[in-house]
């Protein structure tokens, strides 16, 4: 399970955030503005997320099987068709909606069934579940701007397409339902998306990733802006990628040393941090600086995520709760690359945007503050632990 939700986590972040690669050539093929070709980006991510809400329920009462077998074919299906495009318009359709929907039916369910078949080790794998999106970061980005360079960007979306949708359909043959999810006592839904905490926790998710999205979109044309060829620009996406890997594996321990919150808690600190190396830019090194800051704070925080909604909520409908929760990431997909466009068109400075993901990002830190996980908040499993 933990190998069939860390494929799926490969594919969906690996070509989200391959887009980096994509935004130069489609913005100078279409003629379009950069706010135009970030909408790509966008509208992917709107519709990721706030599918997830119906893909996490439908996850929790069919089984995770034929909704990643369905993310497999909408995902590669959408890929291959964004290559056939003569305007950029179809494009929102084949690649925004085919691409997002697929995105969402893969990743929800695949994801909420990791926590029920653990218990004791459960931070852990969740982690190195979660690994798989760190690793697609780092393999998918470089990987797509070496496509790009060789044969074109519509050749290179044929082949992602292609490769992702047979991986992700490996994937469709392994998962089960998780076995610890069905039996423990049904929590109340709405009482629990009401919440104080999951308030609170929602809108740290909104403002800190909203501030994440700005260099996963602008931070390959940043470094090309200052000299960085195509694939070095494309690597730093990689470096992000590499870092959260090394933050998602790591967390077992570091958990147990100093609690999930608390953990979740420096997660987001050092990710708002990371913006204030951005801002002084001195050459590439100074990039990869940021990028590896970032990507280990990143890796941190997503990887918790669910251990930190499991310890206030419990794992029942698990899928629905993550679905709902991360409409957070829909918002903040939304806003970020088109808020962070329109500021550096107007402006025509980078570093205007990087003050706005900078004050995102201390945003999303300020909302977590005052949570606190206490014995009422705590769920206690009603089964034998398995793992």
């Known amino acids: 399970m933990v190998a069939a939700a860390f494929a799926v986590g490969f594919v ?5 955030y391959s887009f980096g690669a994509f935004f130069a050539p489609m913005t100078e093929e279409f003629a379009a503005s950069r706010s135009a070709a970030s909408a790509f980006f966008a509208i992917t991510g709107l519709i990721f997320y706030f599918a997830g809400p119906v893909t996490g329920h439908l996850g929790d009462r069919l089984g995770p099987r034929p909704m990643v077998g369905l993310g497999a ?3 590669g299906g ?10 950029i318009r179809i494009g929102y359709l084949t690649y925004g909606i085919g691409v997002g929907v697929g995105c969402a039916c893969a990743y929800t369910p695949s994801l909420a069934i990791v926590g029920g078949w653990f218990v004791r080790q459960r931070t852990a794998a969740l982690g190195v579940a979660a690994a798989g999106t760190g690793c697609g970061t780092l393999v998918l980005p470089p990987l797509a701007a070496i496509l790009i360079a060789d044969y074109g960007w519509r050749a290179a979306c044929v082949m992602l397409g292609g490769g992702c949708g047979l991986l992700l359909l490996a994937a469709t043959a392994i998962v089960r339902p998780a076995p610890l999810a069905t039996i423990q006592a049904p929590q109340s839904l709405g009482r629990s998306v009401r919440s104080i905490p999951f308030v ?18 602008f931070l390959p044309a940043f470094a090309r802006q200052h000299g960085a060829d195509p694939v070095a620009a494309a690597a730093l996406l990689s470096l992000v990628g590499a870092m959260s890997v090394a933050g998602r594996l790591g967390i077992g321990v570091l958990a147990q040393r100093f609690g999930t919150l608390r953990l979740f808690k420096a997660a987001v600190f050092m990710m708002a941090a990371s913006y204030v190396l951005w801002l002084p830019f001195t050459g590439y090194g100074w990039l990869a600086v940021f990028a590896a800051v970032l990507g280990l704070g990143y890796g941190i925080r997503i990887a918790l995520m669910p251990a930190v909604l499991i310890e206030f909520f419990g794992l029942a409908r698990l899928g629905t709760l993550l679905g709902i929760f991360f409409t957070a990431s829909g918002i903040a997909a939304f806003l970020g690359p088109m808020a ?8 025509g400075d980078y570093g205007w945007g990087i003050g706005f993901a900078l004050a995102m ?17 705590r769920m206690s499993d009603t089964s034998r632990p398995n793992c």
Do not use: E, M, N, Q
């Open 12 to 16: 969906v972040f690996g070509v989200l």
């Open 73 to 75: 074919l909408l995902i």
């Open 361 to 377: 990002g201390v945003l999303g830190l300020i909302a977590l503050l005052p949570l606190r996980v206490t014995p009422a908040h």
């Open 340 to 347: 962070a466009a329109a500021i550096i068109d107007r402006t």
């Open 200 to 217: 609170l926790l929602y809108v740290s998710w909104v403002c800190a990733t909203t501030a994440l999205f700005v260099p996963f979109v």
């Open 78 to 87: 959408g890929l291959s068709l964004t290559a056939l495009i003569g305007d």
